[in-house]
């Protein structure tokens, strides 16, 4: 007995395998979003570069959403990553906003995709990006640093 798909089915099977999709496997390197010294002013067009107290502990992140729209209105999500407070300078009594980034298998916040945290950090950062505003209140799209051994990779700086 000889068994053949059908012509139809072969064609759509042909026609899917070639659609491009965006795929997040993770390449020799790091995605790093928190920063223990200044990025350069002018390593992303239109983001600020603020200091920040920063924690991703569970009581701190509970009861946020975990995933927000895309700043530019692509289809990427962007994953909770934390919750952050100015301290930079005049911006005294500053009230604690989410964060929120671009996470791949390359960043250190790979497992809050998840809403897992797999390493706690509490501390003292730089965050590059841009604030927005909702009904919910103020949040911050982080953007993010790739590198390879020390080097810029695919641009290094994005959101």
């Given amino acids: 007995m000889h068994s053949r798909l059908p012509l139809k089915t072969l064609l759509a099977l042909a026609l899917a395998l070639q659609i491009p999709s965006q795929a997040f496997a993770c390449r020799i390197g790091v995605d790093q979003q928190l920063f223990e010294q200044p990025p350069p002013t002018d390593a992303l067009p239109g983001a600020q570069i603020i200091r920040v107290r920063f924690t991703n502990a569970r009581p701190d992140i509970k009861g946020l959403a975990r995933h927000v729209e895309s700043p530019d209105g692509s289809q990427l999500s962007y994953t909770l990553i934390g919750v952050a407070q100015r301290i930079d300078e005049d911006v005294a009594g500053a009230k604690p906003f989410p964060v929120y980034a671009f996470v791949t298998s ?54």
């Fill in 106 to 159: 390359c960043s250190f916040f790979w497992s809050m995709s998840f809403g897992e945290v797999s390493r706690v950090v509490d501390g003292d950062y730089y965050l590059i990006g841009r604030f927005t505003s909702d009904a919910r209140g103020q949040r911050f799209h982080a953007g993010g640093r790739r590198t390879t051994h020390g080097e810029d990779l695919y641009g290094g700086f994005h959101f």
